[in-house]
């Protein structure tokens, strides 16, 4: 591939995918715009290279266009994705008819208020972490901030430096006011790309981006963090371990932990709870406890809205309960189908 031909087709793809390109092949890949990027990828030393022109071949949008197409100039062409659009009504021409916005919100509320006991589970997390540290896996709502926020009031007791990241600048802000709500605002600093508040707090809101950064300059010597009065790492929604494009951050986050802090990680969705643990385990000097907690407090209702504007319940049974099974509804299920041939085409290949 001549480097005309390269620059064309990096050019077409979005930044994030060409991060993926660069995992393994470029150093520090991911503090760089689209233009550097490309810059680093044609200097890369043939072999690479040739490796890098496989992995488009393969994966991306195809390569070799054909001739009509390749005689157009770059602006008029399109992508695969951009030949099929979905149709505006789809929903209309079969199938169940929609379901109304009333009827999905039906029955919920706010519960009756009562006093509040933490469950076993929570209390175990806690405790756990005074010597390990902690994997929490359990559904959305079940308590996870609990584990965190008496976590956090043990480390900042013993003077240490709490760091809790989320993987969006949205929750961290969140999250920066209900924690500040709960310890005071002169306890409570935030950092993420857009914010930077209180950063000698106790306790620090950051994006995970953000701390994996500050690792890495701590570890070359760039930037003081306060390392050796870091006492508690959470890593919120830890589930983007698995992401196949933002994984490395978390990955490289927890390598780069330093050793005396403790590592809390929540998720609602890890498919392998214990694999992580174990993974943890051999890599950090003290072992990794998971607490793996199935069952639902908070019931789950879901609704799929078709681009078309059709509704339609997510669920089979109307709420999924108690961590048991599920089962798509099959509305829903037609719908999704019928989105995916209009938008992919029939073989489903992006
Ligand atoms: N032991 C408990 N008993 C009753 N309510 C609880 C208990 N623990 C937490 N809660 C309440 O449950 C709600 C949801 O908790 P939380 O936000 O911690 O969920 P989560 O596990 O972090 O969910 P997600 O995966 O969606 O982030 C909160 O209103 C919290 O006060
Ligand atoms: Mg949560």
């Given at each position: 591939m001549t480097d005309e031909e390269l620059i064309s087709f990096l050019e077409d793809l979005p930044l994030r995918r060409l991060h993926v390109l660069a995992r393994?092949?470029?150093?520090?890949?991911?503090?760089?715009g689209k233009q550097r990027l490309i810059d680093v990828f044609l200097k890369l030393p043939p072999q690479i290279r040739s490796a890098l022109e496989e992995d488009l071949r393969s994966t991306?949008?195809?390569?070799?266009?054909s001739p009509p197409e390749a005689q157009q100039p770059r602006s008029q062409k399109k992508s695969s994705r951009q030949l099929q659009t979905p149709s505006?009504?789809?929903?209309?021409?079969?199938?169940e008819p929609s379901t109304t916005v009333a009827d999905l919100l039906e029955g919920l509320g706010v519960p009756p208020s009562t006093t509040f006991v933490p469950d076993p589970w929570q209390v175990d997390a806690v405790s756990q972490l005074a010597t390990t540290d902690v994997i929490v896996s359990a559904p959305?709502?079940?308590?996870?901030t609990y584990v965190a926020v008496e976590a956090m009031k043990q480390a900042m007791a013993k003077d240490s430096t709490v760091i809790y990241t989320s993987p969006l600048k949205a929750l961290s802000n969140t999250k920066y006011m209900e924690f500040s709500h709960l310890f005071g605002h002169e306890q409570v600093g935030i950092l993420t790309g857009d914010r930077r508040d209180?950063?000698?707090?106790p306790l620090l809101i950051m994006t995970t981006e953000i701390l994996r950064n500050l690792l890495y300059d701590a570890a070359s010597g760039e930037?003081?963090?306060?390392l050796n009065t870091l006492g508690l790492v959470i890593l919120d929604?830890?589930?983007?371990?698995?992401?196949?494009?933002?994984g490395v951050v978390w990955e490289e986050t927890i390598i780069f932990c330093p050793t005396q802090a403790r590592l809390l990680l929540l998720s609602a969705?890890?498919?392998n709870p214990q694999e992580l643990a174990d993974w943890l385990t051999s890599i950090r000097p003290i072992p990794c406890h998971l607490i793996h907690h199935r069952r639902r407090s908070v019931p789950l209702r879901g609704a799929y809205l078709h681009p078309a504007g059709k509704l339609s319940p997510?669920?089979?049974?109307?709420d999924i309960t108690q961590g048991a099974g599920y089962a798509f509804h099959p509305e829903t299920k037609r719908l999704f189908s019928k989105y995916e041939l209009e938008t992919f085409g029939p073989r489903g290949g992006r």
């Open positions: 393994g092949r470029v150093h520090r890949h991911f503090r760089m991306t949008i195809p390569i070799k266009a505006r009504h789809p929903g209309k021409s079969s199938g959305t709502g079940s308590g996870k209180n950063a000698q707090a930037i003081d963090l306060r929604e830890s589930q983007f371990l698995a992401d196949p494009e933002r969705s890890i498919g997510l669920f089979k049974s109307r």
